[in-house]
């Protein structure tokens, strides 16, 4: 289903969601994160766990919206950096899981310079391989061609923001 008619941003349905829980295998449904208040997210949740009869998990995606999918209900984050940033994400998570919402948002809010980045960069595999081997958990140059590693001066924004956020 398109969102909007001429455009390439897909959205799914709750028909669809509630038809993909019923498949077998499917345990856990990933949604996109998006801009929302808080109180509409939560409210975007719980129409999709009421779509799925709670047959599946639901998990966010995005990094940057780690916290507010955790804070509105979904069961799992779904992040791209938190293998290589596990104490970061892990703060936020645990934060929301004990129910500290405010605390959780604040913790991914010092974290906006890495999600601009994120945003910069196209996504983000490339920029979170330019911090694995920024803090030397991979050779440089760790990814697979025909994917082109960040340049120079972009690795060099990338370890700037690590630097300054203390992530490690």
């Known amino acids: 289903v398109y969102d909007n008619p001429g455009t390439t941003h897909f959205t799914f349905t709750l028909d669809l969601y509630a038809r993909l829980a019923q498949l077998e295998g ?35 995606s995005g990094d940057a919206f780690g916290a507010a999918g955790l804070t509105a209900g979904c069961d799992a984050w779904y992040t791209a950096v938190g293998g290589t940033l596990p104490t970061p994400m892990l703060a936020i998570t645990r934060a929301a899981q004990n129910g500290e919402a405010d605390q959780a948002l604040e913790l991914s809010a ?11 960069f196209g996504g983000s595999l490339r920029t979170t391989a330019a911090i694995a081997e920024h803090l030397g958990l991979v050779a440089p140059h760790s990814l697979p061609l025909p994917i082109l590693g960040l340049t120079d001066a972009q690795k060099g924004k990338v370890a700037e923001v690590v630097e300054t956020r203390n992530l490690d």
């Open 110 to 120: 010092e974290l906006q310079p890495l999600w601009d980045l994120f945003a910069e």
């Open 26 to 60: 499917v345990v856990s449904i990933k949604i996109p994160g998006q801009e929302m208040s808080p109180p509409d997210f939560t409210t975007h949740v719980e129409r999709i766990r009421a779509a799925t009869d709670n047959q599946v998990t639901i998990g966010i």
